[in-house]
């Protein structure tokens, strides 16, 4: 019988890494429900101080928003069938760290997504993962095998 996935998409923003995997996944007739954080930088900043009131201190709205932002991130995630995360080289993606630990602490699978040249600096998060994926594609073939069991 055929199910839905749910998977998340968490880590970097700025480049173009989860429409690859969605368009990918679409073409590849996979039943995938996607699903991650808000990607627009400004709205997840400013969502604690626009909604609950400013702060006269930076530190206090990153905090108001972060913790916005976790009642999202943990409930998608405790949500998903699979939590693929991606760190890129340019930016610390410290939220993804935290996504792809916390996705492992409640046996959800993850699959890392980075380039080769970060291997060293994300071998704690990688060994946790299921799977380790250079690119976007390659989540996709991941994704299909698990899910219709073809390569």
């Not at 989540?139 to 390569?151: D, H, Q």
């Amino acid at each position: 019988m055929a199910q839905t996935w749910t998977v998340y998409l968490s880590g970097e923003i700025h480049t173009d890494w989860r429409e690859r995997i969605v368009e990918g996944s679409r073409a590849a007739g996979l039943d995938i429900d996607f699903v991650g954080p808000v990607t627009e930088h400004d709205t997840s900043d400013d969502c604690g101080v626009a909604i609950l009131g400013a702060e006269a201190d930076d530190f206090w709205k990153d905090q108001k928003g972060s913790r916005m932002n976790a009642i999202r991130t943990r409930t998608l995630i405790e949500r998903s069938d699979v939590v693929v995360v991606r760190f890129g080289d340019k930016y610390r993606q410290w939220n993804a760290a935290f996504d792809a630990g916390y996705a492992a602490a409640l046996g959800t699978p993850t699959i890392t997504l980075h380039d080769p040249s970060l291997n060293h600096a994300l071998k704690e998060v990688d060994g946790a993962a299921c799977a380790v994926a250079e690119t976007p594609e390659q989540v996709v073939r991941v994704l299909t095998y698990v899910i219709e069991g073809t390569l």
